[in-house]
């Protein structure tokens, strides 16, 4: 039988060295153990605020920023005269770069994540070659179209996602689902055939981005399904953005050749050119952040409620700052689209449900 051992300690001692040990009598501190909250950086930021408070500030960050991103984007590319939207998209790719490095390497907002294989490096080029299509597209829009429309056709995308998962991964929705989508394509009709600024390109475009986006969001499913392939959203960003950057930059030399000389023209002339575009791309990184600071605190079923309510409020808003034309039909073509959008969340969720 092993005989018990007992210690009598004190705080701030070492319980293993005995004073009839030591010559000296000496006690070897112990530095006292951090609570779990401090360990956690309770003692950050937002460590002074109520979870409500920090939770309603994250939400009004995430509408500020993707609001902002759309109202900036259209004030250069129509108002302001800066007819480059693939060099500005660029620099969107750009300032996510460098701005996903500082956050996760020194900031450590998440754990750093590696590409470990050529196979994985070639998937996320793929995805990124997918994102700047989508990207440039939404910005070419916003030259040619109002922003409460270019909006109207971004709330489509659950119904192009649902043709891709079909067509790409045979995959099959519920009847309820695929009704629900019904809708959406209904209330675009309406506000397409009422809007005053109407121009087919823009349009044509704008379904591009819109289906671009879709795209990815299939692929990435089929691409990254492993484990080990898996990327946090801020490291898949890292390892995107750089990657859509190169792409661009050929694309922009040879169809918007002449950007470099007149953007530092207008830089000489009118330093807010130079406030716009790093605001601007600035913004740019700040709406994937906000997306998961929002999923962080909240849930991804939130951060989806509130990309519904963001279409309307930036409709709303481009309309108050752009004085752009709407009519009655327009309005209720855009209400049937979110009706639809919200039909087809719960649809998803039922859906969801039975499946398991």
């Not at 080029?125 to 939404?138: E, K």
Request: proline share 4%.
């Amino acid at each position: 039988m092993v005989e018990a051992q007992t210690w009598t300690t004190r705080r701030m001692s070492n319980p293993r060295l005995d004073s009839t040990a030591t010559t000296n009598h000496q006690v070897l501190d112990i530095p006292v153990t951090p609570t779990g909250d401090v360990r956690n950086g309770l003692y950050s930021v937002g460590s002074h605020l109520s979870p409500n408070l920090l939770t309603a500030l994250i939400i009004a960050s995430w509408f500020m920023s993707n609001i902002g991103v759309l109202l900036l984007n259209k004030y250069l590319l129509s108002f302001y005269g800066y007819r480059y939207p693939i060099f500005l998209t660029m620099l969107h790719m750009i300032a996510c770069a460098c701005y996903s490095y500082v956050a996760i390497n020194f900031l450590e907002i998440v754990p750093r994540q590696h590409i470990l294989s050529r196979k994985q490096f070639f998937k996320i080029f793929a995805l990124s070659a997918i994102f700047c299509f989508s990207v440039v597209c939404g910005n070419t829009s916003l030259r040619y179209i109002p922003v409460s429309f270019n909006q109207a056709i971004g709330a489509t995308t659950p119904f192009f996602t649902a043709i891709f998962a079909f067509l790409i991964t045979c995959k099959r929705e519920s009847a309820e689902v695929y009704f629900a989508l019904l809708p959406v394509v209904f209330g675009i009709v309406l506000a397409s055939n009422s809007e005053p600024l109407f121009n087919l390109f823009g349009f044509l475009v704008c379904i591009g981005s819109t289906a671009g986006r879709a795209l990815k969001s299939v692929v990435q499913g089929i691409l990254l399904t492993s484990e080990a392939e898996k990327l946090h959203s801020m490291n898949l960003l890292l390892y995107m953005a750089p990657m859509a950057a190169m792409i661009l930059l050929p694309f922009t030399l040879y169809i918007e050749g002449n950007v470099a000389r007149v953007t530092l023209e207008k830089a000489r002339s009118d330093s807010f050119i130079v406030f716009l575009l790093v605001g601007n791309a600035t913004v740019a990184y700040l709406v994937n952040l906000a997306n998961f600071l929002v999923t962080k605190h909240t849930s991804a079923l939130t951060l989806q409620v509130l990309g519904n309510a963001k279409a309307a409020v930036a409709a709303f808003v481009s309309v108050m700052i752009f004085r752009n034309p709407v009519t009655g039909m327009g309005i209720t073509g855009f209400a049937v689209t979110i009706m639809g959008i919200v039909l087809y969340s719960e649809a998803k969720k039922r859906s969801k449900v039975t499946t398991h």
